[in-house]
């Protein structure tokens, strides 16, 4: 088990080092990951989730996506226990987007807890954590964690608050 989280981090590390190299867009807001939130989050309605996954460059029909895993403890608990070990590194344990990893990054990784990140749809969070966000150190997690384990990572990213 020791083993697989040594390669997993030392994956991760290549990823961010990789990122770092392709990731100097000067863009403040390229490293909010074009996440999005539930419907209605953030007083946004359709229409603001729609422009916020479009500025993203995330397709309409993924922003609309709803999330098929049902909100409750075990599984806000599974997408903690997925993000310590896979998020953290670069976003920080509270989400902050200081990471130890995220010292090395431009653009620095997403604030969960900007509005502008809980703003989105989970369908556009999802999509984001599928396929990664061009321009940043945001890879990829499609081939890495199974479909249900990202959208319990969303299901998660849901329990932090939403700064003004």
Known sequence: ??????????????????????????????????????????GMDTSDHAAMAAAHAIPEEAAAVTNPVAVFDGSIAAGQATY?????????AEGKGDGAAAAGLNPKPADFHTAHVQGLSDGALFYIITHGREGTAMV????????????EVVNFLRTFEAEE
Do not use: K, P
């Not at 989280?5 to 490293?31: K, N, R, W, Y």
């Not at 990829?140 to 959208?151: C, D, K, P, T």
């Open 140 to 151: 990829a997690w499609e081939e890495i964690l199974s479909e249900g384990q990202r959208w």
């Open 84 to 92: 310590s070990q896979n998020c953290a590194a670069c976003h920080g």
């Open 1 to 42: 088990m020791v083993r697989y989280q040594i390669v997993g981090l030392l994956l991760m590390l290549v990823f961010v080092m990789a990122g770092c190299a392709a990731s100097a867009t000067g863009d403040e807001h390229a490293g909010m990951m074009g996440m999005t939130g539930m419907t209605g989050h953030s």
